[in-house]
């Protein structure tokens, strides 16, 4: 077999499964450890996967659309499957935190045609506009530093005004999990401080994301599964995924 298909086959093994080991490859394509390890590193450096203590995983450099107006429309049919799942674990009288996510905008406007009563605190502009367009939804804005890019407040400001409140739960955005260290990730340090304050503040705590982060990382961790009672997806990750989330205690939604 030449080098460039045994690659090629170790990518469609990755993105079937969402991770690699050297072992189990080496046995697969009958080489050695060294060899299979020259070849994660070969790929790594291409950009295709990222490296990990025994194995690999999908790259953590997949193409986030970084911008929110950007995201709205990526993803849709997924998305309108977590909101409605959210949706249905929300009781009427209840105060809930919705993180910035375009997962959230849905989850907003679902509360909005179901009528419930609930009081709603939110870090982003466009759900706060969502719940307005209702009249049984008290929307408050928690202020703070505004981010024109996710269209949000985050940082010290935002993540103390959060903390004054105690939520029965919190929908949280993630930009994806690390399987090897049991975190949940976002973009950077004031987005991350944000959804620490949330979750700190809540009874109830879920993250929101569709089922390919499952298989990626971003750089900033805010959270570890055990920070979290559940995964509202889309669709379930891969066994080992399943099987790592259940040991902390997670449920997936």
Excluded: W
Excluded at 36 to 65: C, F, H, V
Excluded at 72 to 94: C, F, L, P, W
Excluded at 178 to 200: P, Q, V, Y
């Amino acid at each position: 077999m030449f080098i460039q298909e045994r690659h090629q086959r170790i990518l469609q093994e990755l993105n079937e499964y969402g991770k690699v080991t050297v072992k189990s490859l080496a046995g697969t394509y009958n080489v050695t450890e060294d060899c299979i390890r020259k070849d994660l590193r070969i790929l790594e450096n291409e950009g295709r996967l990222k490296r990990t203590y025994g194995g690999a995983i999908l790259s953590q450099d997949y193409p986030l659309q970084r911008d929110v107006i950007d995201r709205r429309m990526i993803h849709v049919e997924e998305k309108k499957v977590i909101a409605d799942k959210a949706a249905s674990m929300i009781r009427e009288g209840e105060t809930i935190f919705l993180d910035i996510s375009t997962t959230n905008i849905m989850l907003a406007q679902r509360l909005v045609e179901q009528r419930k009563r609930l009081y709603v605190v939110s870090n982003m502009i466009d759900i706060l506009q969502v719940l307005a367009s209702g009249n049984t939804i008290t929307a408050v804005g928690t202020g703070g530093t505004m981010y024109r890019t996710i269209n949000g407040f985050m940082g010290i400001a935002a993540a103390a005004a959060i903390g004054q409140y105690s939520f029965d739960q919190a929908f949280i955005g993630s930009c994806g999990i690390d399987i090897t260290d049991s975190t949940i990730t976002t973009l950077g340090a004031e987005d991350g401080l944000t959804k620490k304050a949330a979750i700190d503040a809540s009874r109830h705590k879920y993250v929101v994301m569709e089922s390919e982060k499952f298989y990626y990382n971003e750089c900033y961790k805010f959270a570890h599964f055990d920070d979290v009672n559940g995964i509202i997806s889309d669709r379930l990750p891969n066994q080992e995924i399943q099987k790592a989330l259940k040991s902390a205690g997670v449920e997936l939604v």
